[in-house]
């Protein structure tokens, strides 16, 4: 063993350690240290959630037992009623299973796999949750799950690659008795598996290399009810519009190469989720979504029912984007009509905007159908974040964590994709407000306005465009600018006159609470080349000095110099040797 460790470097993150050939045989990337850890601190706080949801839905039980119970101790008077009486309660019976039916379009708290599983015991215990990492490599991630997460179950590590297995079972021993006691590693396809495997898992955990579309469909249909997927997606270039075609095809949407591009990528991520979901009379309750480095990471999870599967329109829209000017609107796909307790769904109305931009005069970009429901579950990011801060010792990249949710938490919810206050100063020609002054402006014409976690200039806000433009022509009557050439859209934009008077005092709530507190949000990287590295197998070269450092590939290179030097040095007293005196 102590030989076979010289090929080795041991790399020790959070209570796991791994071997790591310097071969680059099996895929590890240091920067994934702050996905790993986000996905840690959602993970206990889901076994929190689904102990607390357990508990009330036995509460529920026993309410609903003792009614039934005080219900039957008045048996007998109801068992004289006659026929025709019965008959009569027909009508009071629809309207039960009516009430049920609707009931359903709420998320239903815990599986019903884990309903199933707890009637036979008698003490109501909730079964330990079964983990899923579909794509596993070291099994670094797994480790990290099994050793730190307290009250996890059997952890299932799966990868087509022969020598990713062997190194996470090489991993899993030498991590010790919890590791093997709790984390087993299969050589399987994970699409196969999935599906082999329905409703069994209560966290499925993606993390490919690239995109994960051809792993969604398999994946919500191996969670059990009220389940979570967690899913990140490093194809940043297809899903931000560099090769639309591309994203349209992989994940069913088009994108659009705004400023918000990043957010929209989470968006359509999302929408491809729900509507693989969708094909299994199923749907998704977004609790996390994050764009952090060079890829997005949400957290979803999964229902049945398919009488709330039916309000999916109503949770996506296409996207116009002006490409004159920084101007985007919403085109709903569906929408819901009342009449009385019955409820229809309709297409959407449309379109939402001409021909030409109301602003600018010049045409739309359309993009999408994107997911334009909330993102986030503000109940959930709050309970992350405080159990992150109340554990901080444990999370490697609690400042960078930290940081992410606490901007998180004071984003509009409601407010998809946002503006850059930038870009619309570059459409004028003028000089930029600073982003309070802009806040309170926005803020004293009675709208919302935050900041968002994407973007360290970027600002979410529920007034429309028309008003937007409005404060913007107002701040240019105080800070003139060089007159333009008229067909530029600066100059369309700033002929009109405001409607809207903008009032620039400071408003109290120009600042966030974080803002106030001087609460660091936005971190640089901790180091140099802190990204994306070479798949797993390749030859690492010294054209790979820009992803990987110098340092990591002149590292390399000389091992594997040393290894060839090794190789041809011929063997003491070796007569066959031509070069060898005789």
């Not at 949770?315 to 920084?326: E, H, M, P």
């Not at 985007?328 to 409820?343: D, F």
Request: proline share 5%.
């Amino acid at each position: 063993m102590a030989e076979d460790l010289q090929d080795y470097t041991i790399i020790k993150e959070g209570e796991a350690d791994i071997l790591m050939n310097v071969k680059n045989q099996v895929f590890f990337n240091k920067a994934q240290v702050n996905n790993r850890d986000l996905s840690i601190a959602v993970l206990r706080t889901f076994i929190s959630k689904r102990q607390e949801e357990h508990e009330a839905m036995l509460s529920k039980r026993t309410k609903s037992a003792k009614k039934a119970s005080e219900k039957d101790a008045s048996g007998p008077a109801v068992e004289e009623a006659s026929t025709g009486s019965a008959l009569d309660n027909v009508k009071s019976n629809g309207e039960c299973e009516v009430h049920e039916e609707i009931s359903q379009n709420e998320p239903c708290s815990i599986s019903e796999e884990s309903v199933k599983n707890t009637e036979g015991n008698h003490h109501g215990e909730l079964k330990p949750p079964k983990v899923l990492e579909a794509l596993s490599a070291s099994g670094l991630r797994a480790l990290r799950y099994a050793r730190e997460v307290e009250g996890i179950g059997k952890v299932v590590a799966l990868d087509n690659d022969k020598a990713s297995v062997e190194a996470c079972q090489k991993n899993i021993k030498f991590n010790g008795s919890v590791a093997i006691s709790k984390v087993e590693s299969h050589l399987a396809d994970a699409r196969v598996y999935m599906l082999t495997h329905p409703k069994e898992f209560d966290v499925v955990d993606l993390d490919p290399y690239g995109s994960p579309s051809v792993f969604l469909d398999s994946a919500v249909q191996s969670i059990v009810d009220g389940g979570m997927l967690m899913c990140t997606a490093t194809d940043m270039a297809v899903l931000c519009g560099g090769n639309g075609e591309v994203c349209y095809s992989k994940y069913g949407s088009y994108p659009l190469r705004g400023k918000y591009c990043h957010e929209m990528a989470l968006r359509i991520l999302l929408a491809s989720i729900e509507s693989h979901a969708n094909r299994y009379k199923r749907y998704i309750v977004p609790v996390l979504s994050v764009q952090m480095n060079f890829y997005v990471r949400v957290f979803v999870r999964v229902y049945t029912s398919a009488s709330a599967m039916k309000n999916t329109p109503l949770k996506l829209s296409y996207v116009y984007q002006c490409i004159g000017c920084d101007s985007y609107h919403l085109q709903p796909i569906g929408r819901t009509m009342s009449k009385g307790s019955s409820v229809r769904h309709l297409p959407g109305f449309g379109p939402v905007v001409p021909q030409e931009c109301s602003d600018c005069g010049k045409k739309y970009n359309m993009g999408g159908p994107i997911w334009s429901a909330p993102i986030h579950d503000q109940e959930w990011v709050t309970s992350v974040l405080e159990g992150v801060k109340s554990m901080k010792d444990r999370y490697p990249a609690y400042d960078r964590i930290s940081a992410v949710l606490t901007t998180i938490s004071e984003e509009l919810p409601d407010v998809p994709l946002f503006l850059s206050l930038h870009n619309l100063c570059a459409t004028l020609k003028c000089t930029s407000p600073s982003a309070v002054i802009f806040r309170s402006a926005v803020i004293n014409a009675g709208y919302r306005i935050s900041g968002t976690h994407v973007n360290p200039l970027g600002l979410k806000s529920d007034a429309p465009m028309d008003v937007i433009w409005d404060i913007m022509r107002c701040w240019v009557k105080n800070h003139p600018v060089k007159a333009q050439a008229p067909d530029q859209p600066g100059s369309i934009i700033l002929a009109k006159e405001p409607v809207l008077q903008a009032n620039f005092a400071r408003a109290v709530a120009s600042l966030s609470k974080a803002q106030a507190k001087k609460v660091a949000r936005f971190l640089p990287n901790p180091e140099r080349h802190w990204g994306p590295k070479l798949r797993a197998g390749r030859q690492i070269t010294t054209k790979h000095i820009s992803l990987l450092g110098p340092e990591a590939v002149n590292g390399h290179l000389n091992h594997e110099n040393s290894e060839e030097t090794k190789a041809k040095r011929p063997k003491t007293g070796d007569t066959n040797d031509p070069t060898s005196s005789s």
